[in-house]
T-cell receptor, first 113, second 118 residues
């Protein structure tokens, strides 16, 4: 099955700096890659996603890039703010006989004011 | 448009009791997923259901755990004879049926049920 690895597990940045989280996947059949933000005591919330026919997608301060050849995708947060502090999860979806999602192990991001 | 609703938010059970966790998917969603999360850990897949069918239960322990998603009503995750190791946050997620341009649709998560076994 699919194996998603996520790095780093923890990340601290100064407010205003950029943060980058990287994920790799193993199954070349994966073709949908969402990113989730989980705040304390809440469920993961979708923040951005990218489909395999696109190399980059941007939404205000958040961008995601996908390299299908290398099987990796990254989340970029620019001009970080304290409210960006949360745990971020990447995921890969294999559309083969069903809709199975495989999650990374999460990155705890702390933005220092 | 209400999101994924889970209840209860917190559930305390003594060892040996049963825990029943409920999940109402978003309106129009017919796929439900259950995940388990231990403190400071990732999301561990348990089971994937469509209405009246279990599609994939490869992540669910064979004993004491069961899940259903009936034609009417919420999806239920049932844990019988709970043990301390069952203490965790259990998240439900839903997605619409079918695929969007063959690429699938995102999961929408509820806020979880935090189970504590004493």
């Amino acid at each position: 099955g699919e194996n998603v690895e996520q790095h780093p597990s923890t990340l601290s940045v100064q407010e205003g700096d950029s943060a980058v989280i990287k994920c790799t996947y193993s199954d070349s059949a994966s073709n949908y890659f969402p990113w989730y933000k989980q705040e304390l005591g809440k469920g993961p919330q979708l923040i951005i996603d990218i489909r395999s026919n696109v190399g980059e997608k941007k939404d205000q301060r958040i961008a995601v890039t996908l390299n299908k050849t290398a099987k990796h995708f990254s989340l970029h947060i620019t001009e970080t703010q304290p409210e960006d502090s949360a745990v971020y999860f990447c995921a890969a979806k294999v559309v083969r006989g069903g809709n199975q999602f495989y999650f990374g192990t999460g990155t705890s991001l702390t933005v220092i004011p | 448009n209400a999101g994924v609703m889970q209840n209860p938010r917190h559930l305390v059970r003594r060892r040996g009791q049963e825990a029943r966790l409920r999940c109402s998917p978003m309106k129009g969603h017919s796929h439900v997923y259950w995940y388990r999360q231990l403190p400071e850990e990732g999301l561990k897949f348990m089971v994937y259901l469509q209405k009246e069918n279990i599609i994939d239960e490869s992540g669910m322990p064979k004993e004491r755990f069961s899940a259903e998603f009936p034609k009417e009503g919420p999806s239920i995750l049932r844990i019988q004879q709970v043990v301390r190791g069952d203490s965790a946050a259990y998240f439900c997620a839903s997605s619409p049926s079918g695929h969007v341009l063959g690429h699938g649709s995102p999961l929408h998560f509820g806020n979880g049920t935090r189970l504590t076994v004493t």
